[in-house]
Structure formats: structure tokens, C-alpha cells
């Protein structure tokens, strides 16, 4: 059979066998006597429509982030709610672009600017994943300006 190099902090050995022999800073064992410590990673597959926000599953900023290289997903942040938009990419009228530019990102504020709660509610709901936080958008939002006077702020002066 085969000899394998392990990466000691990832891959142990099972048992010591007389097959195993240390060398310096790596170990070489018998690939039969390889244990692996670190679980697969976790699925998380979409959740009931009528689940609520606060029930779903958490995933881990660092989970979202690769969520493309490791499963092959496209997965976004609207609000600390992750979403799906795997399968959407294809139908989304805005197309593709604007979709892969936030993958494994926070799009909250650039979503609400072309989207209204009830195109959320009607299909967003089936694309959930789970909740998170910590994971940033990588845009500034600009301020929205009517007019003259930036909304909201009342002491310009104008009257």
C-alpha cells in the first residue's frame, strides 16, 4: 500500500503502529492508520418559508465566506440573513454580475435600493440559509440626497 506525509495540527495518526516513524517536524504513517479530526463541514440546506428569521440555523461569518469555494454555492447577506441564490443567478433580472460581485458578502443596503419587502417576502423567504453576523459589505453606502438637502437632516437651515 501507500505511505502518506500528514500535516500534524489537521491528520493523526490512529495508533502507533510499527509502520509509523517521526521525522523532525512531520510524521509518515501507513494511509490505512490515518484518523482525520476536523469533521466534514456542515450543509446547510434552505429553510422552511415558515420559519422565522430569529429560528434559523447560525452560520459563521468565515462559513459564508467560503460557502463558493468549498460547496459551490452563491451565497449572500441581506440584513444578517444569508440567502441562497444559487439557483437564481440564471432568472435574476439584473443578471449574473450583480450577483457573483456579492458572493460571501453583505449587499443589505444595495438590495433595498431596487427591492421591496414584499418581492422578499414572496421570494427571498426560500432562499434563507440561516442567520449570521460579522460578515461586511464592501461598499460605503452614500448618502441619499432630494434635492438640495440630504433626507432626514432638518437643521440646514432652510425654511
Known amino acids: 500500500m501507500g505511505w502518506l506525509q500528514l500535516n500534524r495540527q489537521n491528520i493523526t ?3 502507533t503502529h510499527n509502520n509509523s516513524t517521526l521525522h523532525k517536524d512531520h510524521s509518515t504513517t501507513h494511509i490505512e492508520d490515518i484518523h482525520i479530526d476536523n469533521p466534514q463541514p456542515r450543509c446547510y440546506p434552505p429553510v422552511a418559508i415558515d420559519l422565522p428569521d430569529a429560528s434559523l440555523p447560525f452560520v459563521p461569518a468565515p462559513t459564508v465566506l467560503d460557502a463558493e469555494s468549498r460547496d459551490h454555492r452563491l451565497w449572500l447577506v441581506i440584513d444578517n440573513i444569508v440567502y ?8 435574476h433580472p439584473g443578471g449574473s454580475t450583480v450577483i457573483n460581485s456579492f458572493v460571501g458578502k453583505d449587499c443589505s443596503w444595495q438590495f433595498w435600493r431596487f427591492h421591496t419587502q414584499e418581492r422578499m417576502r414572496v421570494y ?15 461598499f460605503r453606502e452614500p448618502a441619499r440626497y432630494v434635492g ?12
Do not use: A, M, Q, Y
Open 13 to 15: 495518526p490512529s495508533s
Open 84 to 91: 441562497d441564490c444559487t439557483d437564481l443567478i440564471s432568472e
Open 124 to 138: 427571498g423567504r426560500g432562499l434563507r440559509v440561516g442567520r449570521t453576523n460579522g460578515v461586511k459589505n464592501p
Open 148 to 159: 438640495l438637502r440630504r433626507l432626514g437632516n432638518t437643521d440646514e437651515g432652510w425654511d
